[in-house]
Nanobody, 122 residues
Framework: QVQLVESGGGLVQAGGSLRLSCAASERTFSTYAMAWFRQAPGKEREFVARISWTGGSTYYADSVKGRFTISRDNAKNTVYLQMNSLKPEDTAVYYC???????????????WGQGTQVTVSS
């Protein structure tokens, strides 16, 4: 069972940038599709971005397209989320997730990290 640990969250002003990292314990990391989701207070967890096993295919939610970039380094067992031009509405707990197939829904990923808080001030 893969274990995921996110880092890189914090407080940033609107228009700023943050880079989230998610380190996986599993040596077979490259066999997992990876994704980032987020959950704001009082809202359901929502899809942000996902990346294929080799990193050749990425897909984004419309709300972050053009501002966020997902990438992965299979040699380091790590997936990243570069977040630029941050907005107050990006404030949420960000979770990384791993699964056997590419998906944009929560149930598509059996493995989850504990989350990292991102707060964007106006």
């Amino acid at each position: 069972q893969v274990q995921l640990v996110e880092s890189g969250g914090g407080l940033v002003q609107a228009g700023g940038s943050l880079r989230l990292s998610c380190a996986a314990s599993e040596r077979t990391f490259s066999t997992y599709a990876m994704a980032w989701f987020r959950q704001a207070p009082g809202k359901e967890r929502e899809f942000v971005a996902r990346i294929s096993w080799t990193g050749g295919s990425t897909y984004y939610a419309d709300s972050v397209k053009g501002r966020f970039t997902i990438s992965r380094d299979n040699a380091k067992n790590t997936v990243y989320l570069q977040m630029n031009s941050l907005k107050p509405e990006d404030t949420a707990v960000y979770y990384c997730a791993a699964g056997p197939r590419l998906s944009t829904v929560v149930v598509g990923y059996p493995y989850w990290g504990q989350g990292t808080q991102v707060t964007v001030s106006s």
